[in-house]
């Protein structure tokens, strides 16, 4: 079986390097431990390096189980080819409650360490309600100092390599960025031709914070997710001129965007194809026609204003809730 390399981008952390796509374990529905289990080692000898979980998903233990498999069996040689992230949930972000939950997250994972630990939503919620979605009588305002300098001491005790965020608007990094001691290293939001961040990946660039870009195709066939990045006709006609598929030219476009990819697929030639994005490029022209489709996001299944006018962000709909 042919295996890839991928490119890795630096973090600000250091000489710490991440590859630039990346496999996401969420699934909405459920499915069950083996599948993720057998989708993981695929990737692996694939050549996916990066693979991205989080407390909620509840594929923490069988992402670690694959790890132990993968280097039983000699995927991979050592632990430390592999860049494992995963997050901290709205429950235990309170700053007496992250440490301990990435230990648990350690020992679901059996790892001495993670390469990447986000705070997963900017909102915290009621200690113990642990479920998703949150129950709007649960959300409670984060206390982002005492959260974060928890992250902070996570890093230090060496339990993860990097810290970051997900979700977060700039607006909100700007507040961590004023008393942070460590900066986070990403933050991973939802970005998509349909939904460019281009704002907010100003912002980041200008301040080191690497994006990473999840629902990268709008995240169809989801619940909350959208058919109208896999189904316009300026990505089509991208696509067929260049002999690639939508994802393709969607993985590309945000490829050159310079931000990292979450991938989600359990399919063997979809995983693939996803990979084949690294020997061609985009044109000027075709950028541009890009940079100029109609904004409007998936998340919520809400209709957002593009974020070249008046922003309603998903930070700003929890603002306006707490």
Partial sequence: MASFTIPEIPLNSGSHKMPVLGLGTASFPLVGSETVKQAVLQAIEL????????????TEPALGESIAEALSVGLVKSRDELFITSK????????????????QTLQ????????????????????????????KEDVLAMDFKSVWTAMEECQKLGLTKSIGVSNFSSKKLGDILAFAKIPPAV???????????????????????????????????TSWGTNRVMENEVLKGIAKAKGKTVPQVCLRWAYEQGVA??????????MIANLEIFDWELSDK???????????????????ISDDGPIKSLEEFWDGEL
């Fill in 261 to 270: 990819i979450l991938v989600k697929s359990f399919n063997k030639e979809r």
């Fill in 88 to 103: 901290l949930w709205c429950d235990d972000a309170h700053g007496d409650r992250v440490l301990p939950a990435l230990q």
């Fill in 47 to 58: 050549g996916y390096r990066h693979f991205d979980t989080a407390s909620v998903y509840q």
């Fill in 187 to 221: 933050n991973q939001v939802e970005m998509n031709p349909m939904w460019q961040q281009r704002q907010l990946l100003k912002f980041c660039k200008a301040n080191g914070i690497l994006v990473a870009a999840f629902s990268p195709l709008g995240a169809v066939g």
């Fill in 286 to 304: 075709e950028t541009k026609l890009i940079s100029e489709i109609p904004q409007s996001r998936a998340q919520l299944g809400e209709e957002f």
């Fill in 108 to 135: 679901n994972l059996k790892l001495d360490y993670l390469d990447l630990y986000l705070v997963h939503w900017p909102v915290s919620a009621k200690p113990g309600s642990y479920e998703y979605p949150t129950k």
